[in-house]
Structures are given as structure tokens and as C-alpha cells.
């Protein structure tokens, strides 16, 4: 069984992705090398508990651990406190206590909704991150984000809580259904755009291979992607500076989830979306070249992602931008793209302004 592994270096949080095809059924394994005990609740949803929720649990079972399922409905829509509340409801119920942990198993609702359950329960016990989706392997399972988004804004509600683990099997992306699979891809672009050039030029000449789910090819994805952001965040942990890079496309992209209630667009569709708008207003400031755009958008295109910033008033963005986690009294921190693989933070207070360019 080949596993590349890659350190998220956090000092005493510091932890190991490891990341394979065909890998999920180690989990008993790691979690016993990682010296957790007690009960395992493995938080997952009605879409991806069938699918793989017995590889887990006999996995666990066979190295010694008891376990208990608790699933949830499926989609960004239940990424609320009502959610949340089902959660610990649960953990209580099992008696789960300070040396029990939980497995998150699926995409990035759950693991944000699992990680801030642990954060938060007994005042915090270990978890895991099993992501199944891509958009969750390669961003939302790295990096210690937990939370739940508010009706006045996406992720509004959370902690930075790191898990004990990461363990990707690139096997569970044969069951993701397409469009899911394509947002995952979106997500993963903006490493390439404002971070590693090489690698953008890596994702234009492997679309029809990623595509395909080819095996070699995703896995050097995820695992460039994962390489990125452990580093950034090993950097940055809470978002105080250079993380904040990562949120290229996610200023204008958590607007047009919140402003569509996040039921028309997948995160990675909307990311894709903030991407092609942000790449515009990269231009406009005279940070990147009309090619760069030009490239950016073939490559959103290419993978089949959309591009159009939904018709809402400007007024409604405004207030949506103005809802953002990064949003100072100095304005709002938009990042650019500076040509292909580097950036530029700039701080907007004309928001206005900034959504006319986008017109």
C-alpha cells in the first residue's frame, strides 16, 4: 500500500495527511498509533454513511475500538446549529466522554460540523478527518477551520480546533457524482493561481487526465494541493496574514452562497465563479496581464466550472461583502492574483466600486 505522507508543522499540534488509494480501511490502525481511546462516534451524512460507513466501522472494530454512527442529512443547507445541536444530542447519548473522539467521514460540512463538535464538546476531545469528497481532501480537512455558517453569512460561527489525523483515500472519489467532482477541481485551481505556478501549468495539462479520476493524476492534485496549505498554514495558523491567501475567489464566492442561500451553487462552483471575478479585478488593478485572466478563465472553463457572478443588485453583494470574516475597519481584504503563482492583498473600502468592475 503506497501512502505519501505530509506534516501539517504546528509545533505540538503538529500532525501527519496521509494520503493513498484504497487506504479508508487503516483508519483502526492510525487511530491506534495516534494513541486515541475510548468510544469513536463517526459523524458522517445519508449520502456517504452507506457508501463507506462499514469499511470504518469494521475497521475500527477490528483494532479494539466501539463505535457508534451518527448521520446527518446531506448538503450546505444543514450547516447550522441545528445541525450542530444533533451532533452533541448524540454524543450524549453514546455517554461519549473527554477519552472518547470522533472520525469525521465525508465532505467539508461535515468535517467543519465534526471538528467544531469536538471543539466544543466537554470543552474539546480529539478528532480525525476522513474527507470523501475532493473539495474536502485538498482544502477543508487541512488546516484546523471548524464551524457552522449563520443566515447572515458562510462560516460565520467557529473555531480553529486541528485534528489528530488526516487520512485521504482517493478511492472514495469514484462515488462522487460528477458536478461535485468538477467543484473539487475549482478549489483546487486557486493553489495554482496565486501559490505554485508550476502547478497551474500542471492542472492545463492534466484536464482531460483529472477528468478521467485517473488515479496518478489525482493523487499528485491533492497531494500538491494538501503540500500548499500545510505550509501556509504552518505559517499562518489563525488567519492573521498570509492564510489569508487561500481565500482567493471566496470573498465574492461566500457572497453568491449566502445571496442563493447557498441551495444553487456548490462551494467549489461559487469559488470557480469568485476566481474568473477576481482574476477581473486583478487586471483592472494592474496586477496581472490580460493573458493571466485569459488563462485562468480557459482553465475554470476547461473543467466545466461556471463564471458568471449571479444578477442580484449591487446592494445585495454589498451587504453579503460587508458580512465577510474579512472585513476590517480599514475595508474589505480582496486577494488578487499577481500574474500566474504569486499575489497581492489589497484593502477595498469602495465595495461598490469593486463589484462595477465585475459588471
Known amino acids: 500500500m503506497n501512502v505519501q505522507q505530509i506534516k501539517v508543522a504546528l509545533g505540538e499540534r503538529s500532525y501527519d495527511i496521509q494520503l493513498g488509494a484504497g487506504i479508508l480501511g487503516s483508519v483502526g490502525t492510525l487511530c491506534r498509533e495516534l494513541g486515541l481511546a475510548g468510544t469513536a462516534a463517526v459523524v458522517s451524512n445519508t449520502t456517504v454513511a452507506p457508501l463507506y460507513y462499514e469499511t470504518v466501522r469494521a475497521a475500527m472494530e477490528e483494532a479494539g475500538y466501539q463505535v457508534c454512527l451518527v448521520s446527518l442529512p446531506d448538503g450546505e443547507a444543514y450547516k447550522n446549529s441545528a445541525t450542530l445541536n444533533l451532533i452533541y444530542d448524540a454524543l450524549v447519548d453514546a455517554s461519549l466522554d473527554r477519552g472518547s473522539f470522533i472520525l469525521a467521514l465525508g465532505g467539508g460540512v461535515i468535517g467543519d460540523m465534526a471538528g467544531f463538535a469536538a471543539a466544543s464538546y466537554l470543552r474539546g476531545i480529539p478528532f480525525v478527518q476522513l474527507p470523501t469528497t475532493l473539495l474536502s481532501q485538498v482544502d477543508s ?37 460528477e458536478r461535485e467532482f468538477r467543484a473539487g477541481l475549482g478549489e483546487i485551481v486557486k493553489y495554482g493561481a496565486v501559490l505554485d505556478g508550476d502547478f497551474f501549468r500542471f492542472l492545463e495539462s492534466n ?74 479585478i486583478s487586471q483592472r488593478f ?33 451587504e453579503a461583502l460587508s458580512h465577510d470574516k474579512k472585513v476590517r475597519d480599514k475595508g474589505l481584504l480582496f486577494i488578487c ?23
Open 141 to 177: 480537512s487541512v488546516g484546523g477551520k471548524t464551524g457552522i455558517n449563520h443566515p447572515r453569512g458562510k462560516n460565520l460561527i467557529g473555531a480553529f480546533y486541528q485534528p489528530k489525523a488526516v487520512l485521504i483515500d482517493v478511492m472514495t472519489l469514484d462515488t462522487l457524482p
Open 207 to 280: 484536464v482531460d487526465a483529472l477528468l478521467a479520476r485517473d488515479k496518478d493524476a489525482l493523487i499528485e492534485a491533492v497531494a500538491r494541493s494538501c503540500s500548499i496549505k500545510a505550509k501556509v498554514v504552518a505559517v499562518d495558523e489563525r488567519e492573521g496574514g498570509v492564510r489569508a491567501v487561500l481565500n482567493y475567489g471566496h470573498t465574492l464566492g461566500h457572497a453568491v452562497e449566502t445571496l442563493t442561500e447557498y441551495t444553487t451553487y456548490l462551494h467549489g462552483e461559487a469559488v470557480a465563479i469568485g476566481m474568473v471575478q477576481a482574476a477581473k
Open 286 to 318: 494592474g496586477y496581472c496581464s490580460q493573458a493571466d485572466r485569459d488563462r485562468i478563465e480557459a482553465l475554470i472553463a476547461a473543467l466545466g466550472l461556471p463564471a458568471e457572478l449571479p444578477a442580484f443588485p449591487p446592494d445585495k453583494y454589498v
Open 337 to 359: 492574483n499577481r500574474g500566474i503563482g504569486a499575489y497581492k492583498m489589497e484593502r477595498v473600502t469602495d465595495l461598490k466600486a469593486l463589484l462595477e468592475i465585475c459588471a
